[in-house]
């Protein structure tokens, strides 16, 4: 009599414990790769929102536009986790970068700070430059390292030509080159977006794209006035520029909040030295 009692309380019990599994399996958020499209466009706003007030203290008025372009490159993010294509820049699977990302936070975090920058830009900027390579082999323009510093601009901020491959020295000085374009677009409530855009565009470009395109209508978020008016800008604006900021957003989403992308890893800010 004693043996059916155990058994039976044996299978009461197995059953409680699979029956709390089952639950606790149904109740755990979906990854965004399983979202419906119309959740993926929720969480994308709504994350680029707090991205935002975390990069500026501030809100950010974001057209439904300008969230639809971060989408793209989250999308574009998100197809690559497991694709089994190595750790190819641009095309591989951005574990691989994610992991350079988090040995690297703690200095990009500190040095970006020290210039009152904050340290998502210090992030996620050369996340979407090189996802953390210090690349030596210059590109067509003969830009080269972790911040892709081209011989000019890297002389003009202070770097030599073999210095722009010391991530260090090259982080301070994309902080540096923030810095100038916070200041040069201080009056715009944009202004840290403007900066990023100016790191890959050139801070005379942006200026001359704002005076030319940004009235008062659209004021509120210059950077969507000027990704939806590309056709109005020059080729290089339109082929690459464009998408430099979505794609800085993006990647911060992606980096921010990684285990809704089914990746098992912290935020990368959370590698902050204390």
């Known amino acids: 009599m004693k043996l059916k009692k155990r058994l039976l309380l044996l299978v009461v019990a197995t059953i409680a414990i699979a029956a709390i599994a089952a639950r606790s399996h149904a109740q ?9 499209p119309a959740e993926q466009t929720a969480f994308v706003g ?3 929102r707090r991205i935002a007030r975390q990069t500026s203290g501030r809100d950010y008025q974001f057209t439904t536009e300008f969230e639809g372009e971060i989408q793209k490159a989250v999308a574009a993010y998100a197809r690559r986790i497991g694709n089994n294509a190595g750790d190819i820049p641009g095309k ?26 904050s340290p998502l830009i ?11 390579l210090n690349i030596s082999t210059p590109n067509v323009m003969g830009a080269v390292g972790m911040f892709q510093f081209l011989p000019a601009t890297g ?11 010391d991530v260090e020295k090259s982080a301070d000085a994309a902080a540096r080159y923030i810095e100038v374009g916070l200041k040069r677009f201080g009056g715009d409530p944009m202004k840290e977006a403007l900066a990023l855009l100016a790191y890959n565009r050139g801070i005379p470009n942006v200026e001359h794209d704002v005076a030319t395109l940004v009235t008062q209508q659209n004021r509120a978020c210059s950077i969507c006035a000027l990704t939806e008016q590309r056709d109005k800008l020059d080729k290089a604006f339109r082929g690459e520029s464009v998408f430099y900021v979505p794609y800085f957003f993006a990647a911060a989403i992606v980096g921010e909040n990684p285990q809704a992308f089914g990746l098992s890893t912290q935020p990368l800010s959370s590698f902050e030295t204390k």
């Open 92 to 117: 591989g699977d951005p574990r691989f970068a994610l992991e350079r990302g988090q040995t690297l936070a703690p200095t990009l975090i500190k040095i970006f700070k020290a210039h009152h920058v």
């Open 122 to 132: 210090g992030l996620y900027l050369p996340f979407v430059e090189s996802e953390y």
């Open 28 to 36: 755990s958020p979906k990854l965004y790769q399983q979202l419906a």
């Open 46 to 48: 709504e994350q680029a």
């Open 155 to 165: 002389e003009q901020y202070g770097l030599k030509t073999d210095e722009r491959l």
